[in-house]
């Protein structure tokens, strides 16, 4: 039975960091890409992050270049995703999904799998 568990979100002050965590069961990152997304209320699900079974990352918004970092554990089957210099903008439910495939996918409709999200709240 596949699941995923993030955690890890918060309240941060604009300029700071958060590492969201995201514990895999039921397969091994050595098999399936891993995604990072999040959704604000009325808008469109963003593609954040996304890490391959090879381990190759990719990053989608310009805006999170240079800021985010998504790294892995296969040892704890756990993908990270290090958010650094916060800002307001990226307040918003931040999940992570899996496919049945090796390579990444930048749009959430190819993801069968998903967490329950985490709630990132960035504000001073």
């Known amino acids: 039975q596949v699941q995923l568990v993030e955690s890890g979100g918060g309240l941060v002050q604009p300029g700071g960091s958060l590492r969201l965590s995201c514990v895999a069961s039921g397969f091994t990152l050595n098999l399936w890409a891993i995604g990072w997304f999040r959704k604000v209320p009325g808008y469109e699900r963003e593609g954040v992050s996304c890490?391959?079974?090879?381990?190759?990352?990719?990053y989608y918004p310009s805006s999170v270049k240079g800021r985010f970092f998504i790294s892995r554990d296969t040892a704890k089957n756990t993908v990270y995703l290090q958010m650094n210099d916060l800002k307001p903008e990226d307040t918003a439910v931040y999940y992570c999904a899996t496919r049945d495939d090796y390579e990444c996918e930048r749009e959430g409709n190819e993801y069968d799998y998903w967490g329950q999200g985490t709630q990132v709240t960035v504000s001073s």
């Open positions: 890490i391959s079974s090879s381990g190759e990352s990719e």
